[in-house]
């Protein structure tokens, strides 16, 4: 691994800051205050190179336990970690608390250091290592090398080193593929050049000229500089310190805590599903209770839903789901902190499971048991327990997001997923948006029950609207889904598609013999009336219909073009509408017209000359000014 971070963790005062600059060179204590208190209040960066050429950044954090914000700030970005213990000092309080946080974040690589060996003699280090290795038993670094140094002689220095070379070799990479995703950890500003932020960059790349956005914020960017360790770069890649210059932001505008993300990557969340592990010592946690969340260097205030009891003593795990009063950035197996409200006070830590559920009812069991398989499962498994909790399905980009994985293994996954019959996939504008079959299957149950219902009642109309269909049935499926839904029951046979109507593939109008009779009898009375149509109380009164089927009888006209719907009462028949039309046309060429003009040519009345010329009014044949109307269209 070419980059890796290393960071520091330990009781203040033990050795931490000048430990790093026995190996680097640099002291990271930059404040005028920590240079003043002699500790660390934050974060301080220095570049190692190793023997074997390897890259390292080192992370000093505070030791003290007024800061162990700043501390949470750091340790997140360690893939490799050294525990500093004093060997005239031995485990401290802040030893203990800052193991435990290495334990529930899973640091699994790490070094213990006991410094100021120069301090004691050979029986004092014995007794000092062996409570080291009794207080590290059961965590992350129970079987951790033990290395003591001192940075005042440098005795031990090329032993550490050795060790961390041969460490970094085992460590796994950060993933390079995929969104970039850089916690902030520093936000400040250089006259010229303006906003910069700081951070490890866990995972992507970033380029210089890049579009990213700070989340949860927000607010849109672009990469003007990148620095690493100090030097200008053109590409920062997972694993390393970075230095970004974002354009068109303010440093108001962000803070610790923030993320800055490759636009669509992430999303901002009030709410986690999580598996959550309270530590031995801590006092009994209530449900609701109110706690601290730290994940990379963000800190929130929320709430703990214990899923599956109303209490949880110390050492037990539990599903659990936290509830933000800000919104954070997290994905599914990011590792978090708790730490309670009042006194605050590391009581535990979890992995995120979810990073965009619902709500849930507690004491459910079918949530336990999708918990236990989205914690547990192979991403496919995760997949599919994620599109069959999606009622109306999920598309592609909701659906890696989910299961944090980059858009390319989602959409691979879910097209062999489809492939073996076990979800369906429908295309929607280049993505691809997954639901499952029984979800489809009563889709289609739906779906075929309205368009039956509307034939029965409608048989003359040639399908239903495919709006209609949608606003009533399927209103929750984005325009393009519902598209590519009946796209896929039209290539299946299942449906009829027009421009605007959608029937059941077997349907065709039908006509009783009256019916028949009575379209004729219409058409020809709309035909021999010519300019002066009969009103449509008059119709249904010359054929005794009632209102609601000569509605359907004069629309099944329309659609076949033989009439044309003035207003609500008057039809005109096609062949006596483009002949006035052609009139309205001809009376424009000279000019602004007027109704009686047009009357007087027609040889019809204002009655029926009135409607006509507000219906091309509408319809923006025409446009009236004054009493007067010109033709504006052809």
Do not use: C
């Amino acid at each position: 691994m070419d980059y890796i971070i290393v960071g520091t963790a330990g009781h203040v005062d033990h050795g931490k800051t000048v430990l790093v600059k026995a190996l680097t060179g640099v002291d990271t204590d930059r404040l005028k205050e920590e240079k003043e208190r002699g500790i660390s209040i934050e974060l301080g960066f220095a570049p190692l190179t190793l023997p074997s050429g390897r890259q390292l950044g080192l992370v000093d954090v505070p030791g003290h336990e007024r800061f162990i914000r700043q501390m949470l700030a750091g340790v997140g970005g360690m893939d490799l970690v050294m525990l500093v213990v004093a060997a005239d000092e031995g485990v401290m309080p802040q030893t203990r608390e800052h193991l435990a946080i290495i334990d529930l974040l899973q640091i699994k690589q790490g070094i213990i250091v006991l410094t100021k060996i120069d301090l004691v003699d050979a029986e004092w280090l014995e007794l000092v290592r062996e409570e080291v290795r009794q207080a590290v038993q059961g965590t992350v670094l129970a079987d951790a090398p033990i290395i003591p140094v001192s940075a005042l002689t440098g005795e031990g220095i090329p032993e550490l080193l050795a060790r961390l070379d041969a460490l970094a070799a085992t460590t796994p990479p950060r993933p390079a593929k995929g969104g970039a995703r850089l916690p902030i950890d520093r936000v400040f500003s250089i006259t010229g050049f303006g906003t910069v932020v700081t951070g490890t960059l866990w995972s992507g790349t970033i380029r210089v000229g890049d579009d990213l956005e700070v989340q949860p914020e927000g607010i849109k960017t672009k990469v003007r500089n990148l620095q690493v360790h100090g030097k200008n770069v053109k590409e920062a890649l997972a694993g390393q310190r970075v230095a970004v210059n974002l354009a068109g932001i303010e440093k108001e505008a962000i803070s610790r805590g923030s993320s800055l993300l490759t636009p669509g990557f992430l999303r901002p969340t009030y709410r986690l599903d999580a598996s959550f592990k309270l530590l031995a010592g801590a006092r009994t946690l209530a449900n609701r209770s109110r706690i601290r969340f730290y994940l990379g260097t963000a800190e929130v205030l929320g709430r703990i839903i214990l899923l599956d009891r109303n209490e949880l003593k110390g050492g037990e795990k539990a599903f659990v789901q936290l509830l933000m009063e800000e919104p954070v950035v997290a994905t599914r197996a990011d590792r978090f902190i708790l730490r309670s409200y009042s006194p605050m006070e590391t009581i535990g830590g979890g992995l995120v499971i979810d990073p965009a559920p619902p709500r849930h009812r507690r004491f459910e069991p079918s949530v336990l048991a999708s918990l236990k398989k989205r914690l547990e499962g192979s991403p496919q498994e995760i997949l599919a327990q994620i599109v069959r909790e999606h009622r109306d399905g999920v598309d592609g980009q909701e659906a890696a997001i989910r299961a944090a994985l980059t858009p390319q293994e989602t959409r691979k996954l879910l097209q062999d997923m489809a492939a073996a019959g076990q979800l369906t996939l429908l295309a929607a504008d280049n993505d691809l948006y997954a639901v499952s079959n029984e979800r489809l299957a009563a889709w289609w149950r739906e779906a075929a029950r309205a368009l039956d219902d509307f034939h029965r009642q409608y048989p003359l109309r040639p399908g239903l609207a495919r709006e209609e269909l949608r606003s009533r049935y399927f209103s929750r499926l984005p325009a393009r889904v519902f598209q590519a839904l009946l796209e896929r029951w039209s290539r299946e046979g299942r449906i009829q598609l027009t421009a605007s109507n959608v029937a059941l593939a077997d349907f065709k109008p039908e006509f009783s013999p009256r019916q028949r009779e009575l379209l004729q009898a219409l058409a020809e009375r709309y035909r021999s009336a010519r300019w002066q149509p009969p009103g449509f109380n008059e119709v249904t009164a010359a054929y005794n219909l009632a209102p609601a089927e000569l509605e359907e009888l004069l629309h099944y006209l329309m659609r076949e073009g033989v009439l044309v719907k003035i207003n609500d009462e008057f039809y005109w028949h096609r062949e006596a509408f483009e002949e006035a039309l052609a009139v309205v046309k001809k009376l424009g060429l000279a000019g602004p017209f007027g109704l009686a003009e047009v009357r007087d040519a027609l040889g019809s009345s204002r009655k029926y000359v009135l409607p006509f010329l507000e219906y091309l009014d509408r319809i923006k044949l025409t446009r009236r000014q004054g009493d007067r109307r010109m033709v504006i269209a052809n």
